[in-house]
């Protein structure tokens, strides 16, 4: 109990109650001071002990959601760590142990193959593109179950622990009909708001860049960002039905009419939740694809997301201060986001700059080669060195080309592999295609300077800010078949786990192959010393290379090929590609085949396919991948039915 002595905001919301006649407060956590005992008639009282129960029922709901969710994280986290990946290193300690050229990994355990057979199950049923795909976009089933198995939970809090009622009471000074309709809305609309108050961080923690939730799972950041989607969707539906509900019982239900509704509608915390309620409409209509590409542009969407999701938090905490125990860490959250974004740019950046001889902030200087593609686009290599700590094999830079804006930067993944040099330089190699916005601004500029110089090369100044994701290469042992499927600039995201491949001990019972789709003959140009280095060192590790030209023109009365035969494969020691050409436009690799070839002739162990290119091919690729695992056969020792896909769906073909 407290004395009579409280903040002004408590008092403007006294919730039916009369302050006045006070002997105490009881406070309750979250939510406004209880005045006892109540001096309000017998059904209001009645009412208030509903109203309050199920508040503090609510907050104690909250807080076994928040320690639901960091039990999971706490048990990943110590899972991962206790269980690590197996790597390389351990096969090369089994081969000098053991001297043997080929190491033999152990037969499996049963924990080992139960584990398989379970992820193998796992991935046979969840791995496919979820249906409704309007709706929830290409994401998998997984991600689907997820998100059903947060709003069932979500929902069933919403309901239970409150007494559902109706308590009909006079007012003081109106005629006996004239009466105030007391329901359990109030209560259940109170518990919706503060669950979506209590979603509001959860939502920032999987929206960030430097992500926690990556670093405790392992799992890559752009992984969350449709979960960050429908949490803000759950949160705007909540606060939907938390101001439908107070509306009705303020402009209907309370009297008399419409005296009780223009006093409450002034009140200060009642505007500021209509503030809060038309930017989370606004978040929301502004996040449709068909607004961002047709009106907004991506880059002016990410940067007013951020300012209305900050502005809608400050909104909140207007609407019931309260409850400010969950947006503050929303709001930390997303400060230390930005400014360990600002600390990583700075230790790529800042220092002693060797050849310039100073210390300071240095750009990246960029060789940059280009080809012209009226037709799909222009494409740009860069290619320079950094002094820096090398990467992980798949993960990402976000780059910022100072020629044109410093307040843009789009995620870029190296072809090169990530090897420091004896005076601590790693290679960075990029390919991109110019389609529109900052990418297509600096083409043209990169091609304009091509064309004032007369030696045919020119540079460009990149800032770069990274590396994200995470190593897609770990527990990559050698007993791992491989096979990487790319479309177009996609190849960047395969091309490192192959150079890798092909430096490595040879295993002559690992079955290596890529396939890739671009649009033309002269796209092999792009990559052209990274597919030599495959060509010369792939021999050894019966590495395969299928190439697929989808677009290339033909001319009129040129002999064409037809189906299948439109894919090259070819000996990795040729010295040169021979592609097949075909008048129909758009033939693509039948993925789905690939996959089930490839599966179909490994020899032993398991198979991992890392893939990068548009939606539709990643759709197929999970499709394929799904069909090939079998929980059942791993579990008797099949290890090839054992499929693991990791993919990037950034790209296009």
């Given at each position: 109990?407290e004395?009579?002595?409280?903040?002004?905001?408590?008092?403007?919301?006294?919730?039916?109650?009369?302050?006045?006649?006070?002997?105490?407060?009881?406070?309750?956590?979250?939510?406004a001071?209880?005045?006892?005992?109540?001096?309000?008639?017998?059904?209001?009282?009645?009412?208030?002990?509903?109203?309050?129960?199920?508040?503090?029922?609510?907050?104690?709901?909250?807080?076994?959601?928040?320690a639901?969710?960091?039990?999971?994280?706490?048990?990943?986290?110590?899972?991962?760590?206790?269980?690590?990946?197996?790597e390389?290193v351990?096969d090369?300690?089994?081969q000098?142990?053991?001297?043997?050229?080929?190491?033999q990994?152990?037969?499996?355990?049963?924990?080992?193959?139960?584990?398989?057979?379970?992820?193998?199950?796992?991935?046979?049923h969840?791995?496919?593109?979820?249906?409704?795909r309007?709706?929830?976009?290409?994401?998998?089933?997984l991600?689907?179950?997820?998100?059903?198995?947060l709003?069932?939970?979500?929902?069933?809090?919403?309901?239970?622990?409150?007494?559902?009622?109706?308590?009909?009471?006079?007012?003081?000074?109106?005629?006996?009909?004239?009466?105030?309709?007391?329901?359990?809305?109030?209560?259940?609309?109170?518990?919706?708001?503060?669950?979506?108050?209590?979603?509001?961080?959860?939502?920032?923690?999987?929206?960030?860049?430097?992500?926690?939730l990556?670093?405790?799972?392992?799992?890559?950041?752009?992984?969350?960002?449709?979960?960050?989607?429908?949490?803000?969707?759950?949160?705007l539906?909540?606060?939907?039905?938390?101001?439908?509900?107070?509306?009705?019982?303020?402009?209907?239900?309370?009297?008399?009419?419409?005296?009780?509704?223009?006093?409450?509608?002034?009140?200060?915390?009642?505007?500021?939740?209509?503030?809060?309620?038309?930017?989370?409409?606004?978040?929301?209509?502004?996040?449709?694809?068909?607004?961002?590409?047709?009106?907004?542009?991506y880059?002016?969407?990410?940067?007013?997301?951020?300012?209305?999701?900050?502005?809608?938090?400050?909104?909140?905490?207007?609407?019931?201060?309260?409850?400010?125990?969950?947006?503050?860490?929303?709001?930390?959250?997303?400060?230390?986001?930005?400014?360990?974004?600002?600390?990583?740019?700075?230790?790529?950046?800042?220092?002693?700059?060797?050849?310039?001889?100073?210390?300071g902030?240095?750009?990246?200087?960029?060789?940059?080669?280009?080809?012209?593609?009226?037709?799909?686009?222009?494409?740009?290599r860069?290619?320079?060195?950094?002094?820096?700590?090398?990467?992980?094999?798949?993960?990402?830079?976000?780059?910022?080309?100072?020629?044109?804006?410093?307040?843009?930067?789009?995620?870029?993944?190296?072809?090169?592999?990530?090897?420091?040099?004896?005076?601590?330089?790693?290679?960075?190699?990029?390919?991109?295609?110019?389609?529109g916005?900052?990418?297509?601004?600096?083409?043209?500029?990169?091609?304009?300077?091509?064309?004032?110089?007369?030696?045919?090369?020119?540079?460009?100044?990149?800032?770069l800010?990274?590396?994200?994701?995470?190593?897609?290469?770990?527990?990559?042992?050698?007993?791992?078949?491989?096979?990487?499927?790319?479309?177009?600039?996609?190849?960047?995201?395969?091309?490192?786990?192959?150079?890798?491949?092909?430096?490595?001990?040879?295993?002559p019972?690992?079955?290596?192959?890529?396939?890739?789709?671009?649009?033309?003959?002269?796209?092999?140009?792009w990559?052209?010393?990274?597919?030599?280095?495959?060509?010369?060192?792939?021999?050894?590790?019966?590495?395969?290379?299928?190439?697929?030209?989808?677009?290339?023109?033909?001319?009129?009365?040129?002999?064409?090929?037809?189906?299948?035969?439109?894919?090259?494969?070819?000996?990795?020691?040729?010295?040169?590609?021979?592609?097949?050409?075909?008048?129909?436009?758009?033939?693509?690799?039948?993925?789905?085949?690939?996959?089930?070839?490839f599966?179909?002739?490994?020899?032993?162990?398991?198979?991992?396919?890392?893939?990068?290119?548009?939606?539709?091919?990643?759709?197929?690729?999970?499709?394929?991948?799904?069909?090939?695992n079998?929980?059942?056969?791993?579990?008797k020792?099949?290890?090839?039915?054992d499929?693991?896909?990791?993919?990037?769906?950034?790209?296009?073909?």
């Amino acid at each position: 109990m407290e004395s009579l002595t409280t903040p002004n905001s408590i008092l403007r919301r006294q919730h039916i109650q009369n302050f006045s006649e006070a002997s105490q407060l009881e406070p309750h956590w979250g939510y406004a001071y209880r005045v006892v005992p109540c001096t309000n008639d017998p059904g209001s009282c009645a009412y208030l002990d509903v109203v309050y129960d199920a508040h503090d029922t609510g907050m104690l709901y909250t807080g076994i959601f928040w320690a639901t969710v960091l039990g999971i994280l706490l048990i990943w986290g110590i899972g991962r760590r206790v269980f690590p990946a197996r790597e390389p290193v351990d096969d090369l300690l089994a081969q000098l142990s053991t001297n043997e050229s080929t190491p033999q990994r152990p037969k499996p355990s049963f924990l080992s193959r139960s584990f398989g057979a379970v992820a193998s199950s796992v991935r046979h049923h969840l791995l496919p593109t979820a249906p409704l795909r309007t709706i929830f976009g290409h994401t998998t089933r997984l991600q689907l179950v997820i998100l059903a198995v947060l709003t069932s939970y979500l929902s069933i809090w919403s309901f239970v622990g409150i007494v559902y009622g109706k308590w009909v009471t006079p007012i003081k000074g109106q005629p006996a009909d004239v009466v105030n309709t007391r329901t359990s809305l109030g209560p259940w609309a109170d518990r919706v708001g503060v669950l979506a108050y209590a979603l509001t961080p959860l939502s920032v923690l999987f929206a960030a860049r430097e992500s926690i939730l990556s670093a405790v799972t392992g799992v890559p950041y752009t992984s969350f960002m449709f979960l960050h989607k429908w949490t803000g969707y759950i949160i705007l539906v909540q606060s939907l039905l938390h101001t439908l509900g107070w509306v009705l019982i303020e402009g209907w239900l309370y009297k008399p009419q419409p005296d009780v509704w223009n006093k409450w509608v002034v009140q200060e915390y009642a505007i500021w939740g209509f503030v809060a309620l038309g930017l989370l409409v606004l978040l929301w209509i502004c996040s449709f694809q068909w607004v961002i590409k047709n009106i907004t542009g991506y880059e002016f969407f990410r940067k007013a997301h951020y300012v209305m999701a900050m502005v809608y938090i400050g909104a909140l905490i207007g609407h019931w201060e309260e409850l400010q125990c969950f947006l503050v860490p929303g709001i930390v959250l997303w400060v230390v986001d930005r400014l360990a974004r600002l600390v990583r740019m700075g230790m790529l950046h800042c220092g002693y700059q060797r050849k310039e001889g100073r210390w300071g902030f240095s750009s990246a200087e960029a060789e940059a080669k280009f080809w012209k593609d009226e037709r799909f686009g222009d494409v740009v290599r860069l290619d320079f060195e950094h002094h820096q700590k090398a990467w992980s094999i798949g993960q990402h830079f976000f780059l910022c080309f100072t020629e044109g804006s410093l307040w843009q930067s789009h995620p870029f993944t190296p072809l090169s592999l990530p090897q420091i040099n004896n005076v601590g330089d790693v290679k960075h190699s990029y390919i991109f295609r110019a389609k529109g916005g900052e990418t297509r601004k600096i083409a043209r500029v990169i091609e304009e300077k091509l064309k004032e110089q007369k030696e045919g090369r020119t540079t460009t100044n990149v800032v770069l800010q990274g590396p994200y994701g995470e190593n897609i290469v770990e527990g990559l042992t050698q007993d791992v078949n491989v096979l990487c499927v790319a479309g177009g600039t996609g190849i960047t995201y395969v091309l490192p786990v192959l150079l890798r491949l092909v430096r490595e001990k040879v295993n002559p019972d690992r079955k290596i192959e890529l396939v890739w789709a671009v649009k033309r003959k002269q796209d092999l140009e792009w990559v052209e010393p990274e597919l030599e280095e495959l060509r010369r060192l792939g021999a050894a590790h019966g590495l395969q290379i299928r190439i697929f030209v989808t677009a290339e023109d033909v001319a009129p009365g040129a002999r064409t090929t037809t189906g299948d035969e439109k894919k090259v494969s070819e000996d990795v020691d040729s010295k040169s590609v021979s592609v097949g050409s075909d008048e129909s436009q758009n033939q693509r690799p039948d993925v789905n085949v690939a996959v089930n070839e490839f599966v179909a002739n490994v020899a032993q162990g398991s198979t991992r396919v890392f893939g990068s290119g548009p939606p539709s091919m990643i759709t197929e690729l999970r499709e394929a991948v799904a069909q090939r695992n079998s929980g059942s056969k791993v579990w008797k020792g099949e290890g090839r039915f054992d499929v693991r896909l990791v993919c990037d769906d950034r790209l296009e073909w």
